[in-house]
């Protein structure tokens, strides 16, 4: 038995090779000689030999296994992942209820702001008039002060 066979390659394939050989020769002819260039072919036995089924298939189940240590991994990532998913799901929920109460409070407060400055321009408005009467009053005292 052969020495590869021994060490798990086999014989895959035989077949003959073509090979195209480039040759040259002198010939004589009526004008002297001359060199005619011609090509030869030959066929080369070629034999492709591999590996055994049995070292190829072990490769692929080196292959897979690693594969699926990977893929157990990454479950053990997503399964980790899927348990936080609900708390977080949760906790967003509480925080969009959060932000809801603040807008419904900053809304009553914009409300309460606005009436305060209608108010505050109320009483503005009423204080001028009442600063116009006063000052009227005294124009009038002052005109009708009697002269010493």
Not at 18 to 43: F, M, Q, W
Not at 60 to 67: G, I, P
Not at 74 to 86: D, G, M, R, S, Y
Request: glycine share 4%; with cysteine.
């Amino acid at each position: 038995m052969p020495e590869f066979i021994r060490k798990g390659w086999n014989i895959l394939l035989t077949y003959m090779k073509r090979a195209d050989l480039p040759d040259s020769k002198i010939e004589h002819g009526p004008n002297g000689p001359y060199t005619v260039y011609t090509t030869r072919c030959e066929y080369q036995p070629t034999v492709i030999i591999g590996q055994t089924n049995i070292d190829m298939l072990t490769e692929q189940l080196k292959e897979a296994r690693a594969e699926a240590e990977k893929l157990r991994e990454e479950k053990k990532a997503n399964a980790e992942i899927l348990a936080e998913h609900p708390k977080l799901l949760a906790k967003v929920s509480r925080l969009e209820e959060a932000e809801r109460g603040l807008i419904n409070d900053l809304n009553v407060r914009a409300d309460q702001y606005a009436t305060m400055l209608k108010t505050k321009q109320k009483l503005e408005a009423d204080i001028g008039r009442l600063r116009k009467a006063l000052g009227e009053l005294r124009m009038k005292e002052i005109l009708e002060a009697p002269s010493s």
